[in-house]
């Protein structure tokens, strides 16, 4: 039997060009090895943690759904699903959470951040114990409990491998410590998953080179659907460095080392070809090149999308014939956890 790998991204805005180079692109290179039995989903359960209202949540469903396939997700090859109609899950997570520690969830990176993301960032380091307390209490109990639900999803098809940026790497060692308590305490039944970082696993916000790109920014992103335009105006106001050497430095010249690994990844040219290329050269020329390399880049993309648009009813029965398949594997799974626990 292959390997199970498996991944999923929230539908929670249109996607960049981070979540394709540390994630997307990825699924779609790993499906092509034939090496895995592979599953990709839509993680519209994670996305409700950011209380959307519901017009926009379907609307980003199946605009994702039409990334997946445009990307290259090939329903034939890959269990393509709704998170949110695998029902058993939910069985799952519960289980799950009644084996981890509330400390665990409250140190999670990516919680501190969610719920601390309508501060300045000035306030967030100087918050006291009691306002962080305050702030925490008030936030929904699913930001909190989100990396159970992420665990559920990995476990539930007793998965090996996660392709994720590397924003998700704290979220796959909760999922890891999670598999050695309950085989620990129940027996052998979930593997510990890997997870599969890409190049480019975390690419930063063309605004601010100290931040990751990142949905919930849209200021700094570069978005798949983007225009050819659209690229060239993000590009020529993206942020640069001081002095005008095109050399990779990610310290102390963050900003061209992050437009440099955007070329790198979509023209398949090695950092030292880039600044060979471009030794006497300025931010200038480099630039004009590099919106160059991302529209030749993002065309073929965006072409299958524009075809795929026509085609709703074929993309719902895409997902549901991927959903009846994914929740065959996952009620057997939770058979065995059942039995394992003594739900006689
Ligand atoms: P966002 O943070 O933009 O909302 P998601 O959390 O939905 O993105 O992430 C979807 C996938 O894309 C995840 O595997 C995540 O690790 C990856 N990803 C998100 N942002 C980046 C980035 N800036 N660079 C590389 N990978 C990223
Ligand atoms: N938390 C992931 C993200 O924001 C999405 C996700 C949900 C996921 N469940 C998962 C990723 C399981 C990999 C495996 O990107």
Redesign the pocket.
Known sequence: MKPIL?????PSGKLHIGNYLG?LKNFVDLQNTGRYQCYF?I?DL?ALTENPEAKDLSVNIINLAMDFLAAGLDPKKSIIFQ?SKIQSLQELKWILSTLTPVSELMRMTAFKEKVLQPLKLSDRKKITKEKLDEIIGKSNFGLAE?PV??AA??LIYKTEF?P??E??LQ?LEFARMLVRKFNGKFGETFIEPKPLLTEVPRLMSLDNPNKKMSKSLPAGCLFLDDSPEIIRGKIKKAVTDSGREIKYDSKNKPAISNLMKIYQAMAGQSIKSIEKKYKDKSYGDFKKDLTEVIVAYLSPFQKTKKRLKAQPQKIMKILETGAAKARIVAQVTMEEVKKKIGLI
């Open positions: 498996i991944s999923g991204i929230q994630a989903f993680a994670h998170q989100y639900l992420m999803d990995i996660v994720v940026g924003d998700q979220h």
